[in-house]
């Protein structure tokens, strides 16, 4: 094997987003855009010579090119080896995990996530270190810085691997293992919950559930785990065959892309009781009962609240966190529990320091994340196992107990609207002039609602002392009733706007209330504050979840 250095010149708008770099395929697939940016990410490391780097990716498109491409480089930055999932597959929790067990440098996941997939849509690349979680802001900020002045990349030549095959090979002097994706993370979560219960539960004849894998990552975990080592019956899993393109579909687990979970649920004749889904690269989740979709501020909440029933965790909490915009829910919570509840920028990494600082054991957030510290990335799985493991031991519908928990804590009413594709431009100028108002607007009313105070979060790291600033407008209202407003960090095209709204009732007799209706003094006030359809002329979000 020869070393080859070859001369580039920077592309721009290699700048990492909430969760790594996202762009088109034919972005990506331009001569050097992926060379470029794997060696600011190696130019970044030290320390890295002769070390374990772990590398997979959740099947889409260009998965197979750009993971013989981060071979070759690897091999010419000097890992002395790459743990690589049999072909090419890995989830991100399960990366995750692996990076944790084998004691890995870092590892390098290939997912744009819940995004489309195809050569007309997206993909994503993004460095985890060695506790397994996302690289932190200090570490992208230098990727980035590095990706504008790079000069050449290191490569080296040789012929592409078989990844179709366990077993070892080699780069020169890098090893290369191609390892089974499931092996290390089934075990991680056999240790933390009560299979034997949750088969229990999976054998009664009259609890049936459905996984859809949306033809995403999960398809082999799901079946490997769910029907494999707990016996659910064949054909749980659904869409489990994982699909460059996700089958045409988009890997979002919310109730637009997984409508045909929803409505089997919804259908008394199709006999189930629970349903789960989870997106491309199976870290976000869907919980579904009967006819009843579980909101995922609300999943993290009632996941905490039953703490005590699930092995892993029922010695106690060391505290718990969510991301800024996801719901007071969890809060509630923590207060009865007598811990600290964390409140962070939205994007997993900012909960890597509480996890290892031993702050927090379970996270959450709005954007169907949850997790634990049994590794540093939210885990789609992990979550649909949890569940079970409740609804084993209590023994009661999904629906029955979200309800009462709401009896209990009260319920933080919440949706969040979103507004995809829209021109830049506008965009930017409905936040800048968001902004400007910060200060004149305590005190303003409409609708019966008065505000309180209103911000743009800034979030100090309790654990390094670390700053982060802009993250996301929140307007806060009398009665715990909340509006944020931010643009997503994960999009391709356009800006997403995100409005997540809040609404505390304490009240049961109020509670069956559908959500929008719930909260549409809300909704029309958080037009007044952003002008939405005045600035980017849209009249109705495109998402409801
Ligand atoms: C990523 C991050 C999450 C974050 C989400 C939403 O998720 O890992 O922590 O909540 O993006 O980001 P945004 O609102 O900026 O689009 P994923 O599943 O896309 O990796």
């Keep these: 094997m020869s070393i080859v250095t070859v001369s580039t010149t920077p592309f721009s708008g290699q700048k990492p987003g909430t969760s790594g770099l996202r762009k088109k395929v034919k972005v990506f697939s331009q001569p050097g855009y992926l060379e470029n940016f794997v060696q600011c990410i190696f130019d970044s490391l030290s320390g890295h010579q002769g070390k374990t780097l772990v590398l997979g990716g959740d099947g889409r498109y260009f998965n197979d090119v750009a993971i013989q491409t981060i071979l070759r480089m690897s091999a010419a930055a000097g890992f002395g080896r790459v743990l690589v999932g049999c072909n090419g597959i890995l989830s991100t929790p399960a990366a995750s995990a692996v990076i944790r067990k084998q ?157 045909e979970l929803v409505s089997a649920l919804a259908d008394p004749d199709s006999g189930l009781s629970f349903g789960a889904a989870s997106d491309g690269d199976g870290d976000r989740n ?52 007598g811990i600290s509840c964390y409140e962070t920028p939205t994007g997993w990494k900012y909960f890597g320091n509480l996890l290892d600082a031993g702050k927090a054991t379970l996270c959450g957030e709005e954007s169907a994340g949850t997790g634990s510290n049994h590794v540093r990335e939210k885990d789609g799985l992990w979550a649909v196992l949890f569940w079970l493991n409740i609804l084993a031991v209590r023994d009661e519908p999904v629906e029955q107990i979200v309800r009462e928990h709401w009896r209990h804590f009260g319920r933080n009413v919440y949706s969040r609207h979103d507004y995809e594709g829209i021109e830049t431009a506008k965009a930017d100028r409905l936040v800048n002039e968001l902004r400007q108002k910060l200060p004149s607007l305590a005190g303003m009313e409409s609708n019966g609602l008065r505000v309180e105070a209103a911000d743009d979060f800034c979030y100090t790291d309790p654990v390094d002392g670390s700053r982060s600033e802009k993250q996301g407008i929140r307007v806060l209202l009398e009665n715990g009733s909340r509006m944020v407003f931010r643009l997503s960090g994960t999009g391709t095209e356009g800006a997403t706007l995100r409005v997540y709204l809040e609404r505390y009732v304490a009240d049961p007799s109020l509670h069956a209330i559908p959500t929008q209706d719930a909260l549409k003094p809300l909704i029309e006030f958080a037009e007044t504050v952003a002008r939405i359809s005045e600035i980017t002329g849209r009249t109705s979000p495109d998402v409801i979840s």
Aim: some cysteine; hydrophobic content about 40%; glycine content about 12%.
């Design 103 to 259: 004691q890995a440098f870092g590892g390098i996941i290939l997912s744009a996530s819940h995004n489309p997939g195809g050569p007309d849509d997206d993909f994503g690349i993004k460095y985890n270190m060695g506790n397994g979680g996302p690289a932190n802001e200090t570490f992208t900020d230098a990727v980035y810085k590095r990706t504008q002045e790079i000069t050449a990349y290191r490569t080296s030549e040789s012929p592409d691997i078989d990844l179709g095959r366990i077993g070892d090979t080699r780069i020169g002097d890098m090893l290369i293992s191609v390892i089974d994706p499931v092996a290390d993370y089934a075990e991680l979560l056999e240790s933390l919950f009560d299979f034997e219960r949750i088969a229990g539960l999976l054998a009664r004849p009259e609890f049936r559930m459905r996984f859809d894998a949306m033809h995403a990552v999960n398809g082999p975990y799901g079946r490997a785990i769910l029907e494999g080592r707990l016996g659910a019956p064949a054909g749980t899993v659904v869409n489990g065959i994982p699909l460059p393109d996700f089958g045409g579909g988009h890997p979002d687990p919310n109730p637009v892309y997984a409508a």
């Design 286 to 337: 869907m919980i579904v009962g009967r006819n009843f979709i579980v909101s995922p501020s609300d999943s993290i909440a009632i996941i905490a609240a039953n703490y005590k029933l699930v092995p892993a965790y029922a010695k106690g909490l060391a505290g718990v966190a969510r991301s800024m915009p996801t719901s007071c829910a969890l809060d509630r919570v923590a207060a009865e529990l």
